[in-house]
C-alpha cells in the first residue's frame, strides 16, 4: 500500500548579491521611517548594554542567532558542539508514513448537535484512532542540521565541555553576531556565529593553533524527524535511527560542496563553502549523516551552511554574511520604535528594559517569517512543531505598535493563504464565511482535538490586525488588501450567533479562552462576545470605508448580542457558570481582557473595576501563562492603575531567563514566546497609549520613579 508524506516549503530563494546588499529579512532597511518624539535616543546603547554574556551553556536554552525564518541555537563554543539545539526553519516540514489502508479523506471526526443540528467536527475519530493521532503530528517540523566542533585534547581524545576553560560568550545585540571564546590545553579559540539576514545561511569564523595541528575541526551531522514530540525539549530530531534517511555529498569544486538529506518524501539541500580546512569535507567513518571540515596549515577556519529546500546555485563566503548581518541588524534596530528607561529611579528599570530589548530581538529571531510562528518559536518542538492561529495575536500583534511592518507583512498573508480552506471548513459546518484553524501547519489543515475545533476567539484576530494596519497605512490599498478577510470572517462571526429568545447566543458548543469549561453547556462566554462586538463593529466600519452600505446580517446579530454576563456584581467567564471564583480561577483570566486587550465595547467600567479586583484576589498565578501577565498588565494601565501594571509585568510567575527566553512556567515549556509579544504590545500600550489617553505615558506610575522615554511607537486601540 502506498503511503502518502509531505514536505512544505516556504521560503523564497534570492541571489547572493542580494544576500549581502539588502536589508535583513528581520528588519528592512528599506521601510519607511517611524515618526519620532522629541529627545533622540541613543539606539545603540540601548541595545548594547543588554548584551547576553554566558561563561557556560545552559542545558535548556540556547543563544541564537537567525533572520526570522531559520534560527541556530549555539551553546558555549558558540556552535552546536555539546548541545545538540536545533536549527529550525519556517519552510522544512515532515510527515510519518500514513496507517497501513488509511488516508487523511477517511477521517470523520465527531458529529455533535449544534442547536439542533448535527454539525461534525475535527475532533479525534473513534473509528480511525491511528489515523486521527496522524492527522494531530503531521507534518511536523525538523531539525535541520547540527553543526559543531570536534575538539581534540593534547592526548587525542575528545573533549568534553568540561576541559574547557576561560570559557567566555557575548551575543552582540546591534550586529546579531554571537563572539564566543575558551582554551582547551593551553590553546585558545574564538568563535564568530552569524546568520544571513536574506538566505537561510549559517556562519562561522574560528581562529586557533589547533585548526593548524588538526585538533580542531568542523562538523555538520543530520537526524531523523521526530514525529511525536508534542511538548517541547530543548533538542529535537532522533539520532538513533541512520537508516531511516540518507544524505549525499557532492563536491562541487576545492572549497565548495552540497549535501542532499532526505527523510522520506522530505528533502533539503546544504550548500558549503570554506576557507581553510585543507583536507575538505569528508564523510566520518561509522557516522553516515556525519561530515567534518578541518586540516590545513593556517590557524583560521571558516565556513558557510546555506540551507534551502533545493540546491543554491551559490553560496555567500562567511565574511560575507557576518557583515550583511553587520549592517542589518544595525538597521533593524535604529528603525520602529524604541523604549529607554535608563533614567528611572525604580530598581527594576533595568529588568524591565531587558526583557523588552531582548524580546525584540529573539521574536526577530524566531517569528518573522512567512508562516506564523509555534508558541516556541525556532528554538525547540512544541505541539509537533505546529503553529496555534489563536496565539497569533501574540506573537504578531506587537509588530505593528513597533512600527515594524516588514515582519508583520510577512506573516499575515497566512490569513489570505488559508481563506479558501476556511471558508471550506465553515461551510461544511452549515456557516457562512470562514472559519480560521486553531492548531495548524502551512498548509492550513485543522489539527484534531476537541479544543481544536471549537475555539472560538482566534475568529476576530484579522480583523484586529486588519485594524492595526489601516491606522498606520490609510489608504485604499490596505482596504483591498484585507477586504476579503475581514468580510469572510465576518460573514462567519455573523452566522455562527444563533438567535435564541430575541437574542443572540454564542455556543454551545463551545471552548473559551480558558479551555476550562465543557464546551457543551458553556454559552456566552465573556471574552468572546465582547470581541464578536469589537470584531463586528470594525467589520461593519470597513464597509463604510469602501463606500458599501452596512450588512444587515452584522446588524442584526450586533444589535442582538447577547450581554456580557455578570454575577454578584462582576463579570463571569461564560453566561450560568457556577463555581465561578473557585473553579474557574486557572488558566487565562480571561475577564481582564474585556478591558485592556480590548478597548472596552459595551464594559460597564465599575462593573469591570470591581471583577479586575476580584481577578487580583483570588486568581490561582501557579496557573498562569505567559501572556497572562501582559493582559492584566494593560488592564491595569487602562483602569489608572499603573503601579499594578508595571508589577504585572515583573510578576515572579512571569520570567524571563539570561538570554532573554520567556519561562514557560509549570504548564508550558521554555520558551513561551507569546509572553514575549505580549510584554511587547503592553509596555507600547503603557508608553504611547491607547485611543482616549490624556497623557504621556500613561501606563506608568507618573511620581517620578519612572522616566520613560520612547519614541516611534504606535497608539494602541
Same mark, same amino acid.
Given at each position: 500500500?502506498?503511503?502518502?508524506?509531505?514536505?512544505?516549503?516556504?521560503?523564497?530563494?534570492?541571489?547572493?548579491?542580494?544576500?549581502?546588499?539588502?536589508?535583513?529579512?528581520?528588519?528592512?532597511?528599506?521601510?519607511?521611517?517611524?515618526?519620532?518624539?522629541?529627545?533622540?535616543?541613543?539606539?545603540?546603547?540601548?541595545?548594547?548594554?543588554?548584551?547576553?554574556?554566558?561563561?557556560?551553556?545552559?542545558?535548556?536554552?540556547?543563544?541564537?542567532?537567525?533572520?526570522?525564518?531559520?534560527?541556530?541555537?549555539?551553546?558555549?563554543?558558540?556552535?552546536?558542539?555539546?548541545?545538540?539545539?536545533?536549527?529550525?526553519?519556517?519552510?522544512?516540514?515532515?510527515?510519518?508514513?500514513?496507517?497501513?489502508?488509511?488516508?487523511?479523506?477517511?477521517?470523520?471526526?465527531?458529529?455533535?448537535?449544534?442547536?439542533?443540528?448535527?454539525?461534525?467536527?475535527?475532533?479525534?475519530?473513534?473509528?480511525?484512532?491511528?489515523?486521527?493521532?496522524?492527522?494531530?503530528?503531521?507534518?511536523?517540523?525538523?531539525?535541520?542540521?547540527?553543526?559543531?566542533?570536534?575538539?581534540?585534547?593534547?592526548?587525542?581524545?575528545?573533549?568534553?565541555?568540561?576541559?574547557?576553560?576561560?570559557?567566555?560568550?557575548?551575543?552582540?545585540?546591534?550586529?546579531?553576531?554571537?563572539?564566543?571564546?575558551?582554551?582547551?590545553?593551553?590553546?585558545?579559540?574564538?568563535?564568530?556565529?552569524?546568520?544571513?539576514?536574506?538566505?537561510?545561511?549559517?556562519?562561522?569564523?574560528?581562529?586557533?593553533?589547533?585548526?593548524?595541528?588538526?585538533?580542531?575541526?568542523?562538523?555538520?551531522?543530520?537526524?531523523?524527524?521526530?514525529?511525536?514530540?508534542?511538548?517541547?525539549?530543548?533538542?529535537?530530531?532522533?539520532?538513533?535511527?541512520?537508516?531511516?534517511?540518507?544524505?549525499?555529498?557532492?563536491?562541487?569544486?576545492?572549497?565548495?560542496?552540497?549535501?542532499?538529506?532526505?527523510?522520506?518524501?522530505?528533502?533539503?539541500?546544504?550548500?558549503?563553502?570554506?576557507?581553510?580546512?585543507?583536507?575538505?569535507?569528508?564523510?566520518?567513518?561509522?557516522?553516515?549523516?556525519?561530515?567534518?571540515?578541518?586540516?590545513?596549515?593556517?590557524?583560521?577556519?571558516?565556513?558557510?551552511?546555506?540551507?534551502?529546500?533545493?540546491?543554491?546555485?551559490?553560496?555567500?563566503?562567511?565574511?560575507?554574511?557576518?557583515?550583511?548581518?553587520?549592517?542589518?541588524?544595525?538597521?533593524?534596530?535604529?528603525?520602529?520604535?524604541?523604549?529607554?528607561?535608563?533614567?528611572?529611579?525604580?530598581?527594576?528599570?533595568?529588568?524591565?528594559?531587558?526583557?523588552?530589548?531582548?524580546?525584540?530581538?529573539?521574536?526577530?529571531?524566531?517569528?518573522?517569517?512567512?508562516?506564523?510562528?509555534?508558541?516556541?518559536?525556532?528554538?525547540?518542538?512544541?505541539?509537533?512543531?505546529?503553529?496555534?492561529?489563536?496565539?497569533?495575536?501574540?506573537?504578531?500583534?506587537?509588530?505593528?505598535?513597533?512600527?515594524?511592518?516588514?515582519?508583520?507583512?510577512?506573516?499575515?498573508?497566512?490569513?489570505?493563504?488559508?481563506?479558501?480552506?476556511?471558508?471550506?471548513?465553515?461551510?461544511?459546518?452549515?456557516?457562512?464565511?470562514?472559519?480560521?484553524?486553531?492548531?495548524?501547519?502551512?498548509?492550513?489543515?485543522?489539527?484534531?482535538?476537541?479544543?481544536?475545533?471549537?475555539?472560538?476567539?482566534?475568529?476576530?484576530?484579522?480583523?484586529? #490586525?486588519?485594524?492595526? @494596519?489601516?491606522?498606520?497605512?490609510?489608504? %485604499? !490599498? $490596505?482596504?483591498? +488588501?484585507?477586504?476579503? *478577510?475581514?468580510?469572510?470572517?465576518?460573514?462567519?462571526?455573523?452566522?455562527?450567533?444563533?438567535?435564541?429568545?430575541?437574542?443572540?447566543?454564542?455556543?454551545?458548543?463551545?471552548?473559551?479562552?480558558?479551555?476550562?469549561?465543557?464546551?457543551?453547556?458553556?454559552?456566552?462566554?465573556?471574552?468572546?462576545?465582547?470581541?464578536?462586538?469589537?470584531?463586528?463593529?470594525?467589520?461593519?466600519?470597513?464597509?463604510?470605508?469602501?463606500?458599501?452600505?452596512?450588512?444587515?446580517?452584522?446588524?442584526?446579530?450586533?444589535?442582538?448580542?447577547?450581554?456580557?454576563?455578570?454575577?454578584?456584581?462582576?463579570?463571569?467567564?461564560?453566561?450560568?457558570?457556577?463555581?465561578?471564583?473557585?473553579?474557574?480561577?486557572?488558566?487565562?483570566?480571561?475577564?481582564?481582557?474585556?478591558?485592556?486587550? #480590548?478597548?472596552?465595547? @459595551?464594559?460597564?467600567?465599575?462593573?469591570? %473595576? !470591581? $471583577?479586575?479586583? +476580584?481577578?487580583?484576589? *483570588?486568581?490561582?498565578?501557579?496557573?498562569?501563562?505567559?501572556?497572562?501577565?501582559?493582559?492584566?498588565?494593560?488592564?491595569?494601565?487602562?483602569?489608572?492603575?499603573?503601579?499594578?501594571?508595571?508589577?504585572?509585568?515583573?510578576?515572579?510567575?512571569?520570567?524571563?531567563?539570561?538570554?532573554?527566553?520567556?519561562?514557560?512556567?509549570?504548564?508550558?515549556?521554555?520558551?513561551?514566546?507569546?509572553?514575549?509579544?505580549?510584554?511587547?504590545?503592553?509596555?507600547?500600550?503603557?508608553?504611547?497609549?491607547?485611543?482616549?489617553?490624556?497623557?504621556?505615558?500613561?501606563?506608568?506610575?507618573?511620581?517620578?520613579?519612572?522616566?520613560?522615554?520612547?519614541?516611534?511607537?504606535?497608539?494602541?486601540?
Amino acid at each position: 500500500m502506498a503511503v502518502s508524506r509531505r514536505t512544505f516549503v516556504r521560503t523564497g530563494m534570492t541571489g547572493v548579491a542580494a544576500a549581502v546588499t539588502v536589508g535583513l529579512r528581520v528588519g528592512d532597511a528599506a521601510a519607511q521611517p517611524s515618526p519620532r518624539r522629541p529627545g533622540g535616543i541613543d539606539r545603540r546603547a540601548l541595545v548594547s548594554r543588554h548584551d547576553v554574556v554566558r561563561t557556560a551553556s545552559d542545558p535548556k536554552t540556547p543563544l541564537q542567532v537567525g533572520n526570522g525564518q531559520l534560527a541556530f541555537g549555539a551553546d558555549v563554543t558558540g556552535l552546536q558542539t555539546f548541545l545538540p539545539f536545533g536549527t529550525l526553519s519556517d519552510w522544512g516540514w515532515h510527515s510519518d508514513a500514513l496507517p497501513d489502508g488509511q488516508t487523511p479523506s477517511d477521517f470523520a471526526g465527531q458529529v455533535w448537535d449544534t442547536h439542533g443540528r448535527p454539525v461534525r467536527y475535527d475532533i479525534p475519530d473513534p473509528e480511525r484512532p491511528a489515523l486521527s493521532e496522524w492527522l494531530r503530528a503531521n507534518p511536523h517540523r525538523i531539525n535541520l542540521a547540527r553543526i559543531g566542533l570536534r575538539l581534540l585534547r593534547a592526548d587525542g581524545t575528545e573533549a568534553v565541555e568540561a576541559d574547557l576553560s576561560d570559557c567566555h560568550q557575548r551575543l552582540d545585540l546591534w550586529t546579531g553576531t554571537l563572539h564566543s571564546r575558551f582554551t582547551l590545553d593551553g590553546s585558545p579559540v574564538t568563535v564568530r556565529t552569524s546568520c544571513c539576514p536574506d538566505l537561510d545561511a549559517i556562519a562561522v569564523r574560528i581562529d586557533s593553533p589547533m585548526v593548524a595541528d588538526g585538533r580542531l575541526a568542523v562538523f555538520i551531522d543530520f537526524p531523523y524527524a521526530n514525529g511525536a514530540e508534542k511538548f517541547s525539549a530543548p533538542f529535537v530530531g532522533v539520532w538513533d535511527r541512520p537508516d531511516a534517511h540518507t544524505t549525499r555529498l557532492r563536491t562541487r569544486g576545492p572549497r565548495r560542496a552540497d549535501i542532499t538529506h532526505e527523510l522520506d518524501d522530505t528533502r533539503y539541500d546544504v550548500g558549503l563553502v570554506w576557507r581553510g580546512g585543507g583536507s575538505g569535507l569528508v564523510r566520518v567513518a561509522g557516522h553516515p549523516h556525519r561530515y567534518l571540515l578541518g586540516g590545513g596549515t593556517g590557524t583560521r577556519l571558516e565556513a558557510t551552511f546555506l540551507f534551502a529546500p533545493r540546491p543554491t546555485p551559490q553560496v555567500p563566503d562567511a565574511a560575507a554574511v557576518e557583515a550583511a548581518g553587520a549592517r542589518a541588524w544595525p538597521a533593524f534596530w535604529r528603525s520602529g520604535g524604541a523604549l529607554d528607561l535608563s533614567g528611572s529611579t525604580d530598581p527594576r528599570w533595568r529588568e524591565l528594559e531587558r526583557r523588552v530589548v531582548l524580546s525584540q530581538y529573539l521574536l526577530a529571531v524566531n517569528e518573522a517569517g512567512s508562516t506564523p510562528p509555534q508558541e516556541s518559536g525556532l528554538v525547540n518542538n512544541g505541539w509537533y512543531g505546529k503553529f496555534h492561529m489563536e496565539m497569533y495575536w501574540w506573537h504578531a500583534a506587537h509588530y505593528a505598535l513597533w512600527n515594524r511592518w516588514p515582519q508583520l507583512d510577512r506573516g499575515v498573508g497566512v490569513y489570505r493563504s488559508f481563506l479558501d480552506s476556511s471558508r471550506e471548513r465553515a461551510r461544511r459546518q452549515g456557516y457562512q464565511g470562514a472559519r480560521w484553524p486553531k492548531m495548524t501547519d502551512p498548509g492550513g489543515r485543522q489539527s484534531p482535538g476537541e479544543i481544536n475545533a471549537l475555539l472560538l476567539w482566534q475568529q476576530p484576530h484579522p480583523i484586529f #490586525l486588519a485594524e492595526l @494596519d489601516y491606522r498606520a497605512h490609510p489608504t %485604499r !490599498a $490596505t482596504l483591498d +488588501k484585507w477586504r476579503d *478577510v475581514v468580510f469572510a470572517t465576518a460573514d462567519f462571526m455573523a452566522s455562527y450567533a444563533f438567535e435564541d429568545a430575541g437574542r443572540q447566543v454564542l455556543g454551545p458548543p463551545m471552548h473559551l479562552v480558558s479551555e476550562n469549561s465543557d464546551p457543551k453547556v458553556t454559552v456566552n462566554g465573556a471574552f468572546e462576545l465582547s470581541y464578536w462586538r469589537f470584531g463586528l463593529r470594525l467589520a461593519q466600519r470597513w464597509r463604510e470605508r469602501l463606500g458599501r452600505p452596512a450588512d444587515p446580517g452584522w446588524e442584526r446579530v450586533l444589535d442582538g448580542l447577547s450581554p456580557l454576563p455578570v454575577q454578584d456584581g462582576v463579570y463571569v467567564v461564560y453566561e450560568g457558570v457556577r463555581g465561578m471564583w473557585t473553579e474557574y480561577i486557572f488558566d487565562h483570566p480571561s475577564l481582564v481582557g474585556l478591558y485592556g486587550w #480590548l478597548p472596552g465595547h @459595551d464594559v460597564d467600567l465599575d462593573i469591570m %473595576r !470591581a $471583577t479586575a479586583h +476580584k481577578v487580583w484576589q *483570588v486568581w490561582a498565578w501557579d496557573a498562569a501563562w505567559g501572556w497572562d501577565f501582559p493582559m492584566l498588565a494593560m488592564n491595569a494601565a487602562r483602569m489608572g492603575e499603573p503601579d499594578r501594571a508595571v508589577d504585572f509585568l515583573l510578576h515572579d510567575k512571569f520570567g524571563f531567563d539570561d538570554a532573554g527566553m520567556p519561562l514557560g512556567g509549570s504548564r508550558v515549556a521554555t520558551p513561551y514566546f507569546p509572553g514575549a509579544g505580549g510584554l511587547l504590545y503592553a509596555v507600547a500600550l503603557m508608553a504611547a497609549g491607547w485611543d482616549g489617553a490624556g497623557k504621556d505615558a500613561p501606563g506608568f506610575p507618573s511620581d517620578g520613579r519612572w522616566r520613560v522615554r520612547w519614541e516611534g511607537l504606535g497608539r494602541a486601540l
